[in-house]
């Protein structure tokens, strides 16, 4: 009768260990979750931000441009 006390242990260790295998892999579900949602925030702001990289590209053009207009008009 010694054995069976060793087995209610062994068997309350294995539902701890399952019980513990489940928090993990919710863990990890939510994890994994929240890094989905982490690459989209990332990819918005990287088009966001080549976005206003073609814009500043664009008014330094402009810039660019009206500095030609002023000094041609200097040399006349």
Do not use: F, Y
């Not at 919710?26 to 080549?50: C, Y």
């Amino acid at each position: 009768m010694e054995n069976i006390p060793v087995i209610e242990q062994l068997a309350r260790k294995i539902d701890e260990v399952i019980a513990r295998l489940k928090r993990m892999e919710e863990e990890n579900s939510r994890l994994r979750n929240e890094l989905v949602a982490v690459k989209g925030q990332n990819e918005a702001k990287d088009a966001q931000i080549a976005k206003l990289t073609e814009e500043l590209t664009m008014k330094d053009l402009e810039i660019e441009e009206v500095i030609g207009k002023i000094e041609a008009m200097l040399g006349e």
